[in-house]
């Protein structure tokens, strides 16, 4: 099984900037590839929602409420994610969650799939 690994979260002025990152690893030989990526968040009493996805060719997506103070990105060869959060709002508060999609890995040599898998979220709190 492949594993995210998201960091980077913490407390910040409002204002302020943070960088998350999401590592795929786990006890697997290879990942071969990783189709789509993304992060989610989560704040206290609502539902788990978009913040941005990317493809393995780049193409990006934001939710309205991040858009021109967030950026996606990831590194294909290292299989990281990152998200890249400026201008923060106390809004913005909340768990952020790591997602990968169409995960195509090697173990023990025979090729396998995982159709999505999910870090464990990272807290990012913006304060007033």
């Known amino acids: 099984q492949v594993e995210l690994v998201e960091s980077g979260g913490g407390l910040v002025q409002a204002g302020g900037s943070l960088r998350l990152s999401c590592a795929a690893s786990?006890?697997?030989?290879?990942?071969?590839?990783?189709?789509?990526m993304g992060w989610y968040r989560q704040a206290p009493g609502k539902q788990r929602g978009l913040v941005a996805t990317?493809?393995?060719?780049?193409?990006?997506n934001y939710a309205a409420s991040v858009k021109g103070r967030f950026t996606i990105s990831r590194d294909n060869a290292k299989n990281t994610m990152y998200l890249q959060m400026n201008s923060l709002k106390p809004e913005d508060t909340a768990v952020y969650y790591c997602?990968?999609?169409?995960?195509?890995?090697?173990?023990?040599?025979?090729?396998?799939?995982?159709?999505?898998?999910w870090g464990q979220g990272t807290q990012v709190t913006v304060s007033s």
């Open positions: 990317i493809t393995t060719g780049g193409s990006t």
């Open positions: 786990g006890s697997i030989d290879k990942i071969s590839s990783i189709n789509a």
């Open positions: 997602y990968a999609g169409d995960i195509y890995y090697y173990t023990g040599g025979r090729q396998n799939y995982n159709s999505d898998s």
